[in-house]
């Protein structure tokens, strides 16, 4: 069946150090949606990435889907601790979004 | 507009009892999905209801069932309580269910003892 694999799984950073994310996909994905759910919270939408080699930028953070649209990758410059949480990748295949392990970044100040 | 809407938040549970959670999607979403969260497993797909359909089902035993109602509300039932179904239940909503993002709500903590 489909399956996500993200690494890594956990993450530290010091402040203001670059951080990224990778997921990877066992099939090819239609779409990649990005998700973050900070500790105690509940996760929330980011973007989503539909077109094949497709980049999209928010601020200190870029995204993007490879051109197999088999993969995606998360990008954080200069961390910030309100960036603390973990990152989730759902990717859609089977018409159901399959999410991951995610990864837990965590910031020391 | 108000959010997705899970009850309980929290309770607790006994080895053997079943439990019934709720979801009151966001306004004019028809599809509800519904998630286990562990720390070990990540977020494991239960199942997604579209128009009081289960259209989608995750790798859960069948202790593990859903409803939908006509007006989009979902439950989901947990039968015969194992220590290990102790999580945090998270329900998601969406227009569709195909396309767009999800919107989670806070999420249900249940405690097996």
């Known amino acids: 069946g489909q399956q996500v694999m993200q690494i890594p799984q956990y993450q530290h950073v010091q402040e203001g150090e670059d951080f990224t994310t990778y997921c990877n996909s066992s099939?090819?994905?239609?779409?990649i949606q990005w998700y973050k759910q900070r500790p105690g919270g509940h996760p929330v939408f980011l973007i989503q990435?539909?077109?094949?080699?497709e980049v999209k930028k928010q601020k200190r953070l870029t995204f993007q889907f490879g051109e197999a649209k088999k993969n995606s990758s998360l990008h954080i410059t200069a961390t910030q601790t309100t960036d603390v949480g973990t990152y989730f990748c759902?990717?859609?295949?089977?018409?159901?979004?399959?999410f991951g392990q995610g990864t837990r970044l965590t910031i020391n100040p | 507009k108000a959010g997705v809407t899970q009850t309980p938040r929290y309770l607790i549970k006994t080895r053997g009892q079943q439990v019934t959670l709720s979801c009151s999607p966001i306004?004019?979403?028809?599809?509800v999905s519904w998630y286990q969260q562990t720390p070990g497993q990540g977020l494991q797909f239960l199942f997604e209801?579209?128009?009081?359909?289960?259209?989608n089902k995750g790798n859960f035993p069948g202790r593990f069932s859903g409803r939908q109602f006509s007006n989009s509300r979902s439950e989901m039932n947990v039968s015969t309580l194992e220590l290990g179904d102790s999580a945090l239940y998270l329900c998601?909503?969406?227009?569709?269910?195909?396309?767009?993002?999800?919107?989670f709500g806070e999420g249900s903590r249940l405690t097996v003892l």
């Open positions: 998601a909503s969406s227009l569709d269910g195909q396309t767009g993002e999800l919107f």
């Open positions: 099939t090819t994905l239609s779409n």
């Open positions: 990435l539909v077109k094949s080699g």
């Open positions: 759902p990717g859609s295949g089977a018409q159901k979004l399959v």
């Open positions: 306004s004019g979403h028809r599809s």
């Open positions: 209801y579209f128009s009081e359909t289960q259209r």
